[in-house]
């Protein structure tokens, strides 16, 4: 947990308005079809949310969380 103080601050810092890079895929696991992006380098961190929401309610995160870890939402 020693990085959440730095995250933290990454993340205040990083603002609302830079845009992510990221490379998008399907992944299709039987009845389901999941869209997948792909951010950053490292250990794999995956971000989920939940129903009705979309993935793009992690976007103000994601650019302060690709700099320590692979960000999957």
Do not use: C, K, N
């Not at 730095?6 to 990083?14: F, I, L, Q």
């Not at 999941?34 to 793009?56: C, K, M, N, R």
């Amino acid at each position: 947990m020693s990085r959440i103080g730095p995250v933290s601050s990454r993340v205040r810092d990083a603002g609302y308005t830079r845009r992510m890079s990221a490379s998008s895929q399907r992944v299709d696991l039987g009845d389901v079809s999941l869209a997948v992006e792909d951010h950053g380098d490292g250990t794999p961190l995956i971000l989920l949310h939940g129903f009705p929401l979309s993935a793009q309610i992690w976007s103000p995160i994601v650019p302060a969380l690709e700099s320590v870890a692979r960000v999957i939402t």
